[in-house]
């Protein structure tokens, strides 16, 4: 049992701490703030003002001078808003002020409960506030006398606290319910995503750091020999000047493969560009690149045209990559054949072209890596790349860059590495159907009640023929065997609204058969008896 009263009961906040945090937590909402939740605020005020106070269309036919509804607005106004601190207190206080007078005000009760449900997150402060709020109900309802009593009466004042608050309540806190529970797998999507991209970046790496392993430790090797070797026969006497010449070409060649295989290496290791290889290797070195091209005897031709813009890192590097790669092909592919290399500066994005004339002798087609490579570094540049054969029997490679650095679109995971998103389980799948059954079940229990007591026979009515036989005078006995006895109407005291009965009489209420419902009120039979005869029959309206 001790369990059981701790699980009821709400967690107490710390007393010293909860001031300060009331504080911080409303500033940070205070923060929040936007002009829709503004205009969101006024037009509720407006629709509870329209309905309830000033042209009272659901507060009924209760009318006060300018003044009173003026203060009973802003009184409503302040109870309204109220609630974005204290929202059960502002449904209990809304539940009393309308509730025990005759001013209504069914709308702002409504929206109150809809806002406290919302608002009130443990279960435990929610289940308080509802019970609080009928008890209070109840009160309001035997003060303000609606001339409903006996078990009708009882059923009508459920029948309006389950429709007015406690039916708001329940459809605000599963909204509540659904947004936190929407909200926290929005959350936890975002955190797999975020370890999924982690994890795919660890394995990346790793993969990137044994692969500039196999490269440092087989093809450095290599390359160093041939330096070696080249720096040899540089020295040797016999040579002539021109292979003396080429001989230090295949030096040069091979120190600066070097140099660029410590450069990859050092991409693959780091998964970004060097900085000292981004600045040395611009679209400004092609001059440079083409030089060489031509020192070792390729014939190539370096056509620059438009105005030169500012080009970020990546982009530069990624244009002085394609001249060197298209060189490298035309080179291996075409020997012999001429090159030419354009460098343009288009309007809105910069043009890199190398295309070589048809070889004089056909070489089988090589299937290396290095268009590949090539097509992914533009890629990540953001631009677009363009390879084939030309009609004429050359070859092209053509990209297009663009002047702003873009965010690298290899960084995101494909959609093969989206996780799926997470599916409920366990009480978050049910997270608010607690309630909105709750409120279904209040509504079937509202309409349930009333259909059945529809369908009850009414039979205890008074006919316009019975009434006219009856007279003053006539014995008790006689005209009590007249009247019919049986079911009820359910209206409650059907005295209420009656003249004061005459001294010394007792009197016995009938409904009349015929009523006029557009008057608004029931029509009731009354007839008085003293000392055994008939004394008063009249009748009274009473108002619905």
Same mark, same amino acid.
């Given at each position: 049992?001790?369990?059981?009263?701790?699980?009821?009961?709400?967690?107490?906040?710390?007393?010293?701490?909860?001031?300060?945090?009331?504080?911080?937590?409303?500033?940070?909402?205070?923060?929040?703030?936007?002009?829709?939740?503004?205009?969101?605020?006024?037009?509720?005020?407006?629709?509870?003002?329209?309905?309830?106070?000033?042209?009272?269309?659901?507060?009924?036919?209760?009318?006060?001078?300018?003044?009173?509804?003026?203060? @009973?607005?802003?009184?409503?106004?302040?109870?309204? @808003?109220?609630?974005? @601190?204290?929202?059960?207190?502002?449904?209990?206080?809304?539940?009393?002020?309308?509730?025990?007078?005759?001013?209504?005000?069914?709308?702002?009760?409504?929206?109150?409960?809809?806002?406290?449900?919302?608002?009130?997150?443990?279960?435990?402060?929610?289940?308080?506030?509802?019970?609080?709020?009928?008890?209070?109900?109840?009160?309001?309802?035997?003060?303000?006398?609606?001339?409903?009593?006996?078990?009708?009466?009882?059923?009508?004042?459920?029948?309006?606290?389950?429709?007015?608050?406690?039916?708001?309540?329940?459809?605000?806190?599963?909204?509540?319910?659904?947004?936190?529970?929407?909200?926290?797998?929005?959350?936890?999507?975002?955190?797999?995503?975020?370890?999924?991209?982690?994890?795919?970046?660890?394995?990346? @790496?790793?993969?990137?750091?044994?692969?500039?392993?196999?490269?440092?430790?087989?093809?450095?090797?290599?390359?160093?020999?041939?330096?070696?070797?080249?720096?040899?026969?540089?020295?040797?006497?016999?040579?002539?000047?021109?292979?003396?010449?080429?001989?230090?070409?295949?030096?040069?060649?091979?120190?600066?493969?070097?140099?660029?295989?410590?450069?990859?290496?050092?991409?693959?290791?780091?998964?970004?560009?060097?900085?000292?290889?981004?600045?040395?290797?611009?679209?400004?070195?092609?001059?440079?690149?083409?030089?060489?091209?031509?020192?070792?005897?390729?014939?190539?031709?370096?056509?620059?045209?438009?105005?030169?813009?500012?080009?970020?890192?990546?982009?530069?590097?990624?244009?002085?990559?394609?001249?060197?790669?298209?060189?490298?092909?035309?080179?291996?592919?075409?020997?012999?054949?001429?090159?030419?290399?354009?460098?343009?500066?288009?309007?809105?994005?910069?043009?890199?072209?190398?295309?070589?004339?048809?070889?004089?002798?056909?070489?089988?087609?090589?299937?290396?890596?290095?268009?590949?490579?090539?097509?992914?570094?533009?890629?990540?540049?953001?631009?677009?790349?363009?390879?084939?054969?030309?009609?004429?029997?050359?070859?092209?490679?053509?990209?297009?860059?663009?002047?702003?650095?873009?965010?690298?679109?290899?960084?995101?995971?494909?959609?093969?590495?989206?996780?799926?998103?997470?599916?409920?389980?366990?009480?978050?799948?049910?997270?608010?159907?607690?309630?909105?059954?709750?409120?279904?079940?209040?509504?079937?229990?509202?309409?349930?009640?009333?259909?059945?007591?529809?369908?009850?026979?009414?039979?205890?009515?008074?006919?316009?023929?019975?009434?006219?036989?009856?007279?003053?005078?006539?014995?008790?006995?006689?005209?009590?065997?007249?009247?019919?006895?049986?079911?009820?109407?359910?209206?409650?005291?059907?005295?209420?609204?009656?003249?004061?009965?005459?001294?010394?009489?007792?009197?016995?209420?009938?409904?009349?058969?015929?009523?006029?419902?557009?008057?608004?009120?029931?029509?009731?039979?009354?007839?008085?008896?003293?000392?055994?005869?008939?004394?008063?029959?009249?009748?009274?309206?009473?108002?619905?």
């Amino acid at each position: 049992m001790t369990s059981v009263v701790q699980r009821l009961r709400p967690a107490l906040p710390d007393l010293r701490a909860a001031p300060a945090a009331f504080l911080r937590a409303h500033a940070e909402r205070l923060g929040q703030v936007t002009p829709w939740r503004v205009g969101r605020e006024v037009l509720a005020v407006v629709v509870f003002l329209g309905l309830d106070v000033f042209p009272g269309w659901v507060s009924g036919d209760w009318r006060a001078s300018g003044w009173a509804m003026i203060a @009973l607005g802003a009184g409503y106004v302040v109870i309204y @808003l109220s609630r974005l @601190l204290f929202p059960a207190l502002a449904l209990l206080a809304a539940t009393w002020v309308v509730f025990s007078s005759e001013h209504g005000g069914i709308a702002l009760v409504v929206m109150l409960s809809y806002a406290a449900g919302y608002r009130i997150a443990p279960w435990q402060r929610s289940l308080l506030t509802a019970v609080l709020a009928l008890a209070l109900h109840m009160f309001a309802w035997g003060v303000s006398a609606p001339g409903l009593s006996g078990p009708f009466g009882q059923w009508v004042m459920l029948t309006v606290y389950c429709m007015v608050v406690a039916l708001p309540f329940l459809v605000g806190r599963y909204v509540a319910q659904r947004n936190a529970l929407v909200a926290a797998l929005q959350e936890r999507e975002e955190r797999v995503v975020r370890e999924r991209r982690m994890v795919s970046r660890q394995v990346r @790496l790793r993969e990137r750091n044994r692969i500039a392993q196999d490269m440092h430790d087989s093809l450095g090797h290599r390359l160093s020999l041939i330096s070696v070797h080249a720096g040899a026969l540089t020295m040797d006497t016999g040579l002539g000047e021109r292979q003396r010449e080429a001989v230090q070409v295949l030096r040069s060649a091979a120190l600066t493969a070097m140099e660029e295989l410590r450069g990859v290496i050092g991409v693959l290791r780091r998964d970004e560009e060097p900085d000292e290889d981004q600045v040395r290797r611009t679209v400004d070195a092609i001059d440079e690149l083409v030089d060489g091209a031509r020192r070792a005897g390729v014939r190539v031709s370096l056509v620059r045209g438009g105005q030169p813009v500012p080009l970020p890192a990546k982009v530069s590097h990624a244009a002085y990559r394609i001249a060197q790669e298209g060189l490298t092909n035309a080179n291996k592919h075409a020997p012999g054949a001429s090159v030419q290399v354009t460098v343009k500066y288009e309007p809105d994005a910069l043009v890199v072209e190398v295309r070589n004339n048809p070889p004089r002798t056909r070489l089988p087609s090589g299937g290396g890596f290095g268009l590949i490579g090539l097509g992914e570094r533009v890629r990540l540049a953001g631009g677009m790349l363009h390879v084939g054969e030309l009609p004429a029997g050359g070859f092209r490679i053509a990209a297009v860059l663009p002047y702003e650095d873009t965010a690298a679109a290899g960084d995101e995971p494909s959609d093969e590495e989206q996780p799926e998103p997470a599916k409920p389980t366990g009480i978050r799948k049910w997270a608010g159907v607690g309630s909105i059954v709750l409120a279904g079940i209040v509504v079937l229990v509202v309409v349930g009640g009333y259909t059945w007591i529809g369908s009850q026979p009414v039979t205890k009515v008074v006919s316009e023929e019975l009434y006219d036989s009856v007279s003053v005078g006539q014995s008790e006995a006689e005209v009590m065997a007249k009247l019919p006895g049986g079911a009820e109407p359910p209206l409650g005291d059907l005295n209420s609204d009656a003249e004061p009965e005459p001294a010394g009489t007792r009197c016995e209420y009938r409904v009349a058969d015929v009523q006029t419902y557009s008057s608004r009120a029931t029509k009731i039979v009354r007839f008085c008896f003293a000392d055994g005869t008939l004394v008063e029959k009249n009748t009274h309206l009473q108002e619905l």
